[in-house]
């Protein structure tokens, strides 16, 4: 795992140095050493810049960049079935100088071409360079748990591992693109391919990018799709044989994980997905596991006695890491370094925290995202099934007459529901779910913080809504249920763009590396042409891997609701972070800014110190977008 960064400059103004200065702010994601190359073709000057973390073959025959013949590289990632692929090379006459991964891609490529990625199992985002064919090729993973930028204007090219490399090339333009703005307000993150600044993608999940040198072209080539799978009839399978199979699936998948010359740990929270892959390897392993869970008591954040219980059940060698509230408040200051794209996802500041304190211990964590997006696991899922129905035999004056009311209710006034985990969030959600009930409406509304019509009073100056997989039509009617939709729209957008940053800038902070056993692409391929039933039944959500899991750990040890990582915010905004507020979000900086209407911020604040508890989120996506702009663009 590493950070790679680089450029093709076909003005031929670029050097070495400039190499050198985008890999350095990346420092984080590769510790262990560095490197660069420059390479001058007739078209133009490509630049290659690599920061290690030494996770496989720890030798100096691992350093990058590296080159095989006509084959350059930069590469950041794991392939986790390198060993069956470099078997298969050698039998074919190829002859490795060390054991890293990076060096079988070399092969592989110059043995099979661009086809050679459909044999990988695993992450990764490559730039490789093809002296001979004169083209280079931007290569991401299937899931995009490797984050991949592209920068393009006027004859230079840029690439990296994160946004803050393109900052430190004099050709960057540094222009925020508004729309991308919008985007953001809505969901908390700018959704693939689009990012923050103009000409400026990030790379697809799925595809590679091939820069012709001779044509000055770019050409976008996908070579994996999730739809390809749920666009299939389900199995003729019985729910026994399923779970036969798909735990063969999650061993295979979990145990190529566990591949590193390093010390391998697991993020434990205690619930289903990480106990799947807890137990599964602990079973299969004589040696104690490493496991970690994170807990905030202060705040009522503590998943550690859940943890320590199945810890205890399967005999891992188990840390608690408990954090104070002042330490998770003190983060906060520096979330804008770390996500250098705005970010408001909250729950990186756990994930932050967890992957600091399991660093001292190990230099690679598996955590277990996915679950819920491949099985069935999210509230919502059970939303649409228990109430969809029920919402749309609703007459819609009804409807609106019920969210009229909920408008003149503030969500801390009402008994009980007030106490629950995330009821201010959700009862904002609910009434844009009653405003329209539709199946694709309730994800849109789920998923954004501010409607589209919300929008027009919060941004000052003109935009236009961004595309997004939310508009995908790939699903076909006939293969077509309210399950797989969802669930393929969350794939390539709440994971995507929350969750798999979110854990890669964590992880990769501390120098730690961070893998996705559950994002093995053979388990989504085959878990999509299961029967929904076997996902969720009757109101149990994730049913098949459950099952798998109470084949290891009691249901008792598990039956809980569903936590996640809340952090309080409404009580930080109105306490501890009430100066930020009013120091990112007072008129002065609004108006001078000129993005946001101040008027319309003014009053959500002002609502919010009245009681309007609910629009904690909203303020927490515009301090979050704040804190970034002064960062990133003031400074």
């Known amino acids: 795992m590493c950070g790679i960064a680089g450029f093709i400059d076909f003005h031929k103004k670029s050097t070495e140095s400039n190499i050198q200065s985008m890999i350095e702010p990346l420092n984080h994601r590769g510790p262990d050493g560095e490197g660069t190359s420059l390479f001058k073709s007739k078209a133009a000057i490509i630049g290659f810049g690599h920061k290690r973390l030494s996770i496989i073959d720890l030798t100096v025959t691992g350093k990058q960049p590296m080159t095989f013949r006509h084959l350059n590289i930069t590469y950041n990632g794991e392939i986790y079935n390198y060993q069956e692929i470099k078997k298969e090379l050698i039998e074919l006459g190829h002859v490795f100088n060390g054991e890293s991964d990076t060096e079988m891609v070399l092969h592989a490529y110059a043995e099979w071409g661009i086809k050679a990625i459909n044999r990988f199992i695993g992450m990764f985002a490559i730039a490789l360079y093809d002296e001979q064919k004169q083209e280079v090729i931007f290569i991401r993973d299937r899931a995009g748990v490797k984050p991949l930028f592209f920068y393009e204007k006027e004859g230079l090219f840029l690439f990296s591992s994160e946004l803050k490399s393109f900052h430190s090339h004099p050709g960057f333009e540094k222009k925020l693109d508004l729309n991308a703005v919008a985007a953001y307000m809505q969901y908390g993150n700018v959704p693939t391919p689009h990012c923050i600044f103009e000409n400026c993608v990030k790379v697809k999940p799925g595809y590679y990018l091939k820069i012709d040198l001779a044509t000055k072209t770019r050409k976008e080539v996908q070579y994996w799709n999730v739809y390809d799978f749920y666009n299939q009839p389900k199995l003729n399978i019985s729910f026994e044989d399923a779970k036969i199979q798909t735990k063969e699936l999650l061993k295979s998948a979990f145990n190529y994980r566990m591949v590193s010359d390093v010390p391998v740990g697991v993020f434990l929270s205690g619930g289903y997905d990480s106990t799947t892959v807890t137990s599964l390897l602990q079973a299969d392993s004589t040696a104690k596991l490493k496991t970690f869970t994170i807990g905030v008591p202060d705040i009522g954040l503590n998943e550690a006695p859940y943890a320590k219980d199945i810890a205890k059940h399967l005999g891992t060698d188990h840390t608690e890491i408990n954090c104070s509230e002042e330490e998770a408040i003190n983060m906060v200051k520096d979330l804008a370094f770390f996500y250098d794209e705005p970010f408001a996802d909250s729950s990186a500041i756990p994930t932050t925290l967890v992957s600091k304190a399991a660093r001292k211990d190990v230099t690679v964590a598996l955590s277990a995202d996915g679950g819920d997006e491949i099985f069935g696991g999210y509230n919502r899922y059970d939303y649409v099934y228990r109430y969809g129905k029920t919402l749309n035999s609703i007459p819609e004056f009804v409807r609106k007459s019920l969210v009229r009311t909920m408008n003149n209710i503030n969500s801390d006034s009402i008994p009980i529901l007030k106490n629950k985990y995330n009821f201010h969030n959700r009862y904002e959600k609910l009434k844009a779910v009653l405003n329209d009930p539709s199946e694709k409406e309730i994800m849109l509304s789920l998923s954004q913080q501010f409607t589209d019509q919300q929008m027009k009073n919060v941004m000052k100056s003109d935009y236009e809504s961004l595309p997004t997989m939310f508009q995908s039509k790939e699903l076909l009617e006939e293969f077509k249920s309210p399950l797989s939709y ?93 100066d930020y507020l009013e120091e990112y979000l007072n008129e002065v900086r609004i108006v001078k800014q000129g993005i946001f209407n101040w008027e319309f911020v003014e009053k959500l604040k002002i609502d919010f110190y009245g009681g309007r508890k609910e629009y904690d989120s909203k303020l927490w996506y515009f301090l979050m977008f704040q804190m970034w702009h002064e960062m990133w663009m003031e400074n």
């Open 486 to 578: 969802m669930m393929a729209v969350d794939f390539q957008t709440y994971m995507l763009d929350d969750i798999l940053q979110k854990v890669d800038r964590a992880t990769m902070t501390n120098s730690l590396e961070g893998r996705e056993p559950m994002l093995d692409h053979r388990i989504l391929e085959f878990a999509a042409q299961l029967p929904d039933e076997y996902k969720y039944q009757n109101g149990v959500k994730k049913r098949i891997l459950r099952e798998i899991t109470h084949d290891y750990i009691p249901e008792k040890l598990l039956d809980r609701p569903k936590m996640g990582f809340a952090i309080p915010i409404a009580k930080w905004l109105k306490n501890d972070l009430r």
